[in-house]
């Protein structure tokens, strides 16, 4: 049978243009229907908004500083919405570019939202055309969670919201402790809101590695961050301009702006996927092979929608694989592995390869080395931030298989250890690396002293 195209693309955020470019490159018939607006949520309300808002949030301690140094600076202030104009100018001409990017591979963009008539066919919804397809690849993103069951949820605003705000709100709420919670607690605070975070946990960034955990939690509240744990909101009620949240621990907290970041789902409801007969896990997400192939031979997930590790290269990525796979004879199935990954709180995290509790249960015997320091930079500025730096090793054959930094540009030092990591770099390779002088990175080849971890003594 003779379908309308050789693939149809829903989704043209990270995952979505890049399979859709390299199988139009390939000579594929290629359509992506997006319902939104190209570049999906790590350039219109992801990753690219939220770096600029940390990058705006870190001038105040900056200015603070330079003082340190000898710099003056008088009558300095912050223009949210010069700001803000100046950020969705830059947002804007990114998705331009991947507009464009799209177009000038060769494959159509559809301004449409699609859904599944059958495993086939699939309708547009606001033309009401209908499209036939060889091939389809679901990269339909996921979004933000709102737990209805809370009494005025309707009240508080996600993420997508955060980056449309028309004025800097001088108290929020922030509930959640992943790290979307955390960094917006980071960006609100830096930019002058009193912020108060609110947690069910009892130390944030659950998953990661338990000193990460604990040094971004003492930071926070270092920087002035309210942190309430082991409690959760209620109800949410409006007086005014300001909303009182009632937690579950009775306290109540008043803010001018609520901002719920509890988690994302994945965005298959309303998609038709049970007509086309696609396999959902018990959270909504697509569930998929290493070949991203879904249950039906010719239907394929990448991205978010899929709920492997959810970051904007992974599904460029997975993207990328499916393409090779299924359009150019390539087979290729993308290494989720030693996937470098951020936190871009004050100061942000880096972390690549395991935490100490994964690497136990994977490997059993494991060492630790880790310090912890305050920053040359700071001895001028007074400032009291810590570094933490912690290299986990795997015993039997003392190789390194988890970094983890706190500590000013964290990202940008891990970026560079993921590549000894993926390599299969030993302790030993880092110990016969020079260091370089003065800088924070120095302590990852300098670090010599195993950490033990005290004695725990005999319960009697
Ligand atoms: C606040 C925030 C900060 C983040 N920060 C980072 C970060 O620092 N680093 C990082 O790596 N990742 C970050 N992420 C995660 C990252 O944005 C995602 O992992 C990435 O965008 C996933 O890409 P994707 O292609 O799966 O989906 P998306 O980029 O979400 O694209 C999906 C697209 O599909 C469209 N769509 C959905 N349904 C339909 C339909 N039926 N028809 C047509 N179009 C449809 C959507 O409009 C969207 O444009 C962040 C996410 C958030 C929310």
């Known amino acids: 049978m003779a379908y309308d195209y050789d693939l149809f693309v829903i ?44 990058y705006a949030s870190e001038f105040g301690r900056s200015l603070k500083h330079m003082e340190g140094y000898g710099w003056k600076v008088e009558n300095a202030s912050y223009d949210h919405n010069l700001f803000m104009d100046k950020m969705h100018r830059e947002i804007d001409r990114l998705s331009g570019i991947y507009a464009r990017n799209v177009k000038n591979a060769g494959a159509e963009l559809i301004d449409d939202r699609a859904e599944f008539v059958d495993a086939h066919t699939l309708k547009l919804v606001r033309s009401g055309r209908t499209v036939t397809a060889g091939k389809i690849l679901i990269a339909t993103g996921g979004w933000p969670v709102m737990p209805k069951e809370i ?7 996600t993420s997508a919201e955060m980056f449309h705000l028309e004025q800097l709100p001088k108290h929020i709420l922030i509930v959640g402790g992943g790290y979307i919670a955390v960094e917006f607690a980071g960006i609100m605070s830096g930019l002058g809101s009193s912020v108060c975070l609110v947690y069910r946990g009892d130390t944030v960034l659950r998953g990661f590695d338990e000193d990460v955990r604990t040094h971004v939690h003492e930071e926070l509240k270092r920087k002035g961050v309210k942190v309430i744990t082991n409690a959760s909101p209620v109800k949410i009620e409006k007086s005014g301009a300001q909303f009182t949240t009632r937690l579950s621990n009775k306290e109540s907290v008043t803010a001018d702006q609520v901002l719920f970041a509890v988690g994302r789902e994945p965005h298959t409801k309303g998609l038709g996927l049970d007509k086309a007969g696609v396999k959902l896990n018990d959270k909504g997400a697509v ?5 991203s192939r879904t249950n039906i031979p010719h239907i394929f997930a990448v991205g978010d929608v899929t709920d ?17 796979t299924e359009f150019m004879d390539l087979p290729t199935a993308f290494d989720h592995a030693d996937v470098p990954h951020a936190v871009f709180t004050q100061p942000p995290v880096g972390v690549v390869g395991l935490s100490e509790a994964e690497a136990r249960k994977a490997h059993g015997k494991i060492d630790i080395y880790k310090t912890r320091f305050r920053p040359m ?10 570094v933490l730096m ?28 993921a590549i000894a ?26 670090l010599r002293e195993k950490f033990s971890p005290p004695e725990l003594k005999p319960v009697v």
């Open 11 to 54: 989704g043209a955020g990270s995952g979505g243009v890049r399979a859709s470019r390299l199988a139009a490159m390939s000579g594929a018939k290629v359509a992506v229907a997006e319902e939104d607006r190209s570049g999906g949520t790590c350039v219109i309300r992801g990753c690219i908004p939220k770096k600029y808002m940390v």
């Open 151 to 157: 009494e005025g949820i309707d009240h508080a605003i």
């Open 287 to 291: 569930v998929v092979d290493e070949y």
């Open 308 to 324: 492997r590790m959810n970051l904007t290269p992974v599904a460029i990525r997975e993207g990328q694989a499916f393409a090779q």
């Open 377 to 386: 930079k700071d001895m001028l500025t007074g400032d009291e931030e810590r």
């Open 390 to 417: 912690k290299i986990v090793v795997r015993a039997e054959d003392n190789r390194v298989v988890g970094v983890h930094i706190v500590g000013p540009d964290a990202p940008e030092i891990i970026q560079a250890v």
């Open 421 to 446: 990591v993926k390599m299969g770099a030993s302790k030993a390779d880092f110990d016969r690396t020079c260091a370089l002088h003065p800088s924070i990175a120095e302590e990852l080849v300098t």
